[in-house]
C-alpha cells in the first residue's frame, strides 16, 4: 500500500530534496541541483507564479520508505486549449504500478481544480528550467536541466502520456571547422565599414541590456509566442548574472551604433556545481570560487541567438560566429557549446541551429495527458 504525504514540514521538505540522491547514487552523469534554487520555486515568496497559482508537493511511501515524489500545480499563466495543468520533479522507483499511482495522484488533483489535461514534467515557472523530460543524450546536464533514467519514458508512456513536443538541444565543438558558408559571410562583412562586433562588458552591463532589449525585441516581438521585454528587467537579469558572465563568450554586432545581432553564451555552472553537493553556504560559495579559479570549465551554453529582421539572411549571423568564435578558442578554455532546447514546433529556429553547424545531442519530451479519454491529440501547434 502506497501512502501519501503532502510536503508541509522541514523533515518533508529535506526528503523531497534528498530521494534523488538515493535513486541516483550510482549513476555517475547525475548533477544535484541546488537545493536553494529547488526551494525557490514553492516559495510563494519567491516565486511570482503563485499569485494566481496554486502548488503542492507529495511523497510517496511504501514500507517506510520513499518510492517517489512530484510537484503538481495550476499556472494561470499557462494558457492552452484547454485547462491544462501540470506536474514536474517527478522521481520514481522502476515500478509501473507505483508510477501509476502518482500520476493519478496528480490527475485526481488536478481535475478537483477544474483542470482538463496535464502536462509534465514541468516547471512551476518559466520554461527555461526544470521542463521536459529526457528521452535521449543521458550526459551530465546543463544548469537547470532535468535529468531521468532511460526508463522513465516507458513510466510515461505506460501510463498513456504522449509526447506534446520534443525539445532539441543543438552542440558544436569550439575547435572544429568554421563552415565555410560562415567563413564567406565573414569576409564580406568585414569589408563592411559601417559592422563590428563586441563581446559583452561587466562594466557597462546598462548598455548591452538596452542593445539586448532592442534586439530582442525587433527579433521576437511577432515570433510565435514571444513577447516584448523590458530594458529595466533585462538590466535586472544581467546584473543577477554578473557574477558568472565571461566577457569573451557572449557578443553583440552593430551597425555603426546600432545593435543588429547578439549571441548570449554562459559557462555550464554544473560544471562547478557538481562539486557542491546541492549546498550553497559559505563553505561551498568559497569553494566555488576556487573551482572557478583552478577547475577548467570547458562547456559553454547558448542561452540566446537572434538577428533583427532586416540584417537577417545577409551573413550577419556568420560574421558573429567567426568574430566571436576566433576570440574566444584564444581566451578560454571552452571546448564545446551547447543551445539550450528548442521545441520541435519551431522549425524557424531549428533550422537556424541547423545552420550553425550544430548536431542534435540531448532530446527532452513535454507530454501531455488528456482526462476525456475520447478527445483527440493533438501535438503542440507549429509556430
Not at 33 to 54: A, C, Q, S, T
Not at 63 to 70: C, E, F, L, P, Q
Not at 72 to 83: G, L, R
Not at 160 to 185: D, H, N, W
Request: charged share 25%; hydrophobic share 35%.
Amino acid at each position: 500500500m502506497i501512502i501519501v504525504e503532502e510536503v508541509q514540514n522541514q523533515h518533508q521538505k529535506k526528503e523531497f530534496l534528498v530521494f534523488p540522491t538515493q535513486l541516483y547514487q550510482h549513476d555517475k552523469n547525475y548533477i544535484r541541483p541546488l537545493d536553494n534554487h529547488i526551494e525557490e520555486i514553492f516559495n510563494p515568496e519567491k516565486n511570482k507564479f503563485f499569485k494566481g497559482g496554486e502548488c503542492k508537493r507529495f511523497l510517496f511511501k511504501k514500507d517506510h520508505k520513499t518510492v517517489g515524489k512530484v510537484a503538481v500545480f495550476i499556472n494561470k499563466c499557462y494558457e492552452q486549449d484547454q485547462p491544462t495543468g501540470g506536474f514536474g520533479f517527478f522521481d520514481c522507483i522502476n515500478d509501473q504500478p507505483t508510477a501509476n499511482f502518482i500520476f493519478d495522484h496528480c490527475k485526481n488533483w488536478l481535475q478537483q481544480r477544474g483542470m482538463e489535461a496535464m502536462d509534465g514534467p514541468i516547471n512551476f515557472g518559466e520554461r527555461d528550467k526544470f521542463w521536459g523530460l529526457l528521452i535521449e543524450g543521458f550526459e551530465e546536464p546543463l544548469f537547470g536541466m532535468n535529468y531521468n533514467f532511460p526508463y522513465y519514458k516507458e513510466l510515461f508512456e505506460n501510463y498513456g502520456l504522449k509526447v506534446y513536443f520534443e525539445q532539441l538541444c543543438f552542440t558544436r565543438p569550439i575547435f572544429t571547422e568554421v563552415s565555410r558558408v560562415f567563413t564567406i559571410a565573414y569576409e564580406r562583412n568585414k569589408r563592411n565599414p559601417a559592422i563590428s562586433a563586441q563581446p559583452m562588458k561587466k562594466n557597462n552591463l546598462e548598455k548591452f541590456a538596452k542593445d539586448f532589449t532592442e534586439v530582442y525585441n525587433k527579433a521576437w516581438a511577432s515570433h510565435g509566442e514571444g513577447k516584448q521585454l523590458e530594458e529595466a528587467k533585462v538590466l535586472k537579469m544581467f546584473n543577477t548574472m554578473k557574477p558568472i558572465i565571461n566577457e569573451h563568450i557572449s557578443w553583440f554586432v552593430y551597425e555603426n551604433e546600432t545593435p543588429i545581432a547578439m549571441w548570449i553564451n554562459i559557462p555550464d555552472l554544473n560544471q562547478w556545481f557538481k562539486y557542491l553537493n546541492g549546498k550553497f553556504g559559505i563553505f561551498q560559495k568559497l569553494k566555488l570560487l576556487f573551482l572557478k579559479q583552478f577547475k577548467k570549465n570547458e562547456k559553454m551554453v547558448g542561452l540566446v541567438f537572434g538577428v533583427v529582421p532586416e540584417w537577417q539572411r545577409k551573413g550577419i549571423d556568420g560574421y558573429m560566429i567567426w568574430e566571436g568564435t576566433q576570440h574566444l578558442r584564444k581566451h578560454t578554455d571552452f571546448k564545446v557549446t551547447e543551445l539550450q532546447w528548442i521545441g520541435d514546433f519551431n522549425p524557424k529556429m531549428v533550422k537556424i541551429a541547423e545552420t550553425l553547424d550544430t548536431t542534435v545531442t540531448r532530446k527532452l519530451a513535454t507530454y501531455r495527458y488528456l482526462f476525456d479519454r475520447n478527445k483527440t491529440f493533438e501535438r503542440h501547434p507549429y509556430l
